[in-house]
């Protein structure tokens, strides 16, 4: 209701236009007929009246201007005529087409259509003469012309706006992708600063604990020493991270990924950081097969048995963590096992990231992970992370 009190303001100029220019051509004495059944001048502007203000309306009520507009235009014809009558009416045609509901454009074009080959049928039948064919020709290009311009016009416009939301649609898909993406990479390198650094803080954490604990200068230089080492190579890690993280730097210092062949030294290395806690680590590569296997694996494997280790030296209690890898057939098996329960002495906290990141990685390469305490079959119950992972050539990086 208010859209229709409110025309829009191109509807008002054109309106405007109409009038002062239908004004004009009757104050001129230019008419488009002769004698008519209404032959004062002054009859002819009620039509051009009519058709001015429901042009008013070619926006926001097309198909009521457009129905007023035909009997204005009709009613015209009883007149001396306005040219301008006919051209108002032959815009609220197209506006009706264009502005219309889809029924009404679909409808109106084969209406005008069958309504200009009438008129031509009819006066051929009733005038019998070659020339009644303008009158065809003429209520063509009132009615059918405008409404099939606006059909097309209407067509263009559709296509437009489609194009428009399959772009948006597009654009959403990809900023979809592009935070999808954002968020993958940020798991990712949040498992690999975890597992980077988590081993080298632990083992500073408890050693630094156990040097303010214990007055003894011999001690304390080899725990200081551990420290040293682990602050280094921590440094050394997050030197690295950092480096892979400034993409485009050429002065970024290459480094190799870890494989299953260094396993034994980082077995080696958790067994020094654990000198005081009463751990003792073992590695036992009992692959039966010792074919290449996907640097993805190799890589997850690696992460596996780095964050178990790391987690004995934190939560372990004193005893053996034993390191197995094995392989048969078309998965790697990685196990990790220490003695679960308590421990006296120094001990760093856990806030659980470590098991997620495991799981995350061995979910990408389409393996499985159990983590938990279990009965190693002679009473004493250890914590155990096993986990078998495709070595399939199918697999794909990180």
Same mark, same amino acid.
């Given at each position: ?34 004698? /008519?059944?209404?032959? #004062?001048?002054? @009859?002819?502007? $009620?039509?051009?009246? !009519?058709?001015? +203000?429901? =042009? ?71 005038? /019998?003469?070659?020339? #009644?064919?303008? @009158?065809?020709? $003429?209520?063509?290009? !009132?009615?059918? +012309?405008? =409404? ?251």
């Amino acid at each position: 209701m208010f859209s229709f009190l409110r025309p829009h303001r191109h509807d008002v100029l054109i309106a405007v236009i109409g009038l002062l220019s239908g004004l004009l051509l009757w104050a001129l004495g230019l008419h488009t007929q002769g004698s /008519r059944p209404f032959s #004062a001048p002054w @009859v002819s502007l $009620l039509p051009l009246a !009519v058709v001015s +203000a429901f =042009a008013l309306v070619r926006r926001t009520a097309p198909q009521v201007g457009l129905i007023v507009g035909t009997l204005a235009v009709v009613a015209d014809q009883f007149t001396v005529g306005n040219m301008v009558t006919v051209v108002l009416f032959t815009d609220l045609m197209y506006a009706a087409v264009l502005y219309g509901t889809p029924a009404a454009a679909r409808r109106i074009p084969v209406t005008t259509f069958l309504i200009t080959v009438a008129v031509t049928i009819g006066f051929l039948a009733w005038f /019998r003469n070659p020339q #009644a064919l303008l @009158v065809g020709i $003429l209520t063509g290009v !009132v009615s059918f +012309a405008p =409404a099939i311009t606006g059909v097309s016009v209407r067509n263009h416009r559709d296509a437009a706006e489609a194009a428009r939301l399959r772009a948006e649609q597009t654009a959403l898909l990809a900023e979809m992708d592009r935070t999808q993406a954002v968020t993958a990479e940020r798991s990712r390198m949040a498992r690999e600063l975890h597992d980077l650094v988590a081993n080298h803080l632990s083992a500073i954490a408890i050693h630094s604990t156990a040097a303010l604990s214990i007055d003894d200068p011999a001690t304390s230089r080899e725990v200081l020493g551990v420290i040293r080492e682990n602050s280094v190579e921590g440094l050394a890690e997050m030197r690295r991270l950092i480096g892979l993280l400034r993409t485009g730097d050429a002065d970024a210092e290459p480094s190799a990924s870890p494989t299953l062949d260094t396993l034994d030294a980082l077995v080696e290395q958790a067994g020094t950081n654990a000198g005081t806690t009463g751990l003792t680590c073992t590695f036992e590569d009992a692959r039966e097969e010792r074919g290449p296997v996907p640097a993805p694996v190799e890589l997850t494997s690696y992460r596996i048995v780095q964050e178990s280790l790391t987690n004995a030296l934190k939560h372990a209690a004193p005893g053996p963590v034993a390191v197995r890898l094995g392989r048969a057939g078309p998965s790697l098996t990685v196990e990790v096992s220490s003695v679960f329960g308590d421990r006296s002495g120094p001990r760093a906290p856990g806030s659980g990231a470590g098991l997620v990141g495991m799981r995350e990685r061995v979910a990408l390469l389409g393996g499985t992970i159990e983590a938990g305490p279990v009965d190693d079959g002679s009473g004493t119950r250890i914590w155990r992370v096993r986990a078998e992972l495709p070595v399939n050539e199918g697999n794909v990086g990180e």
